[in-house]
């Protein structure tokens, strides 16, 4: 399968911005999906995960409460709608992708990787 990320931009602290990241392929709604961030000289880690149906989603602790993952299966695309944005939430965000039932946090676990798009959050 292949992603395509795209969303991103530049928004001052407290804004809002939705990344989206479309799909190809006739089997979307068989894939779990996840966003991940790489800051600048940091480790590439985990934002948001979401279950093939979208019943089910996990967040990581310093994004809960102000992201939200869902996707849209007739529309082969998983959203990232990030709100109350901080300076440490920019990095390049990765959409990723594999056909393994249960959510997962690790990036290893998946097989498909989106080519990024670039969020910036000034103060």
């Known amino acids: 399968v292949q992603l395509q990320a795209s969303g991103g931009g530049l928004v001052q602290a407290g804004g809002s911005l939705r990344l989206s990241c479309a799909a190809s392929?006739?089997?979307?709604?068989?894939?779990?999906m996840a966003w991940f961030r790489q800051a600048p000289g940091k480790e590439r880690e985990f934002v948001a995960s979401?279950?093939?149906?979208?019943?089910?989603?996990y967040y990581a602790d310093s994004v809960k409460g102000r992201f939200t993952i869902s996707r849209d299966n007739a529309k082969n695309t998983v959203y990232l709608q990030m709100n109350s944005l901080k300076p440490e939430d920019t990095a390049v965000y990765y959409c990723?992708?594999?056909?393994?039932?249960?959510?997962?946090?690790?990036?290893?676990?998946?097989?498909?990787w989106g080519q990024g798009t670039l969020v910036t959050v000034s103060s």
């Open positions: 990723a992708a594999d056909y393994n039932r249960f959510l997962s946090t690790t990036a290893a676990d998946f097989d498909s």
């Open positions: 392929g006739r089997t979307f709604s068989s894939m779990r």
């Open positions: 979401i279950s093939r149906t979208g019943g089910s989603t």
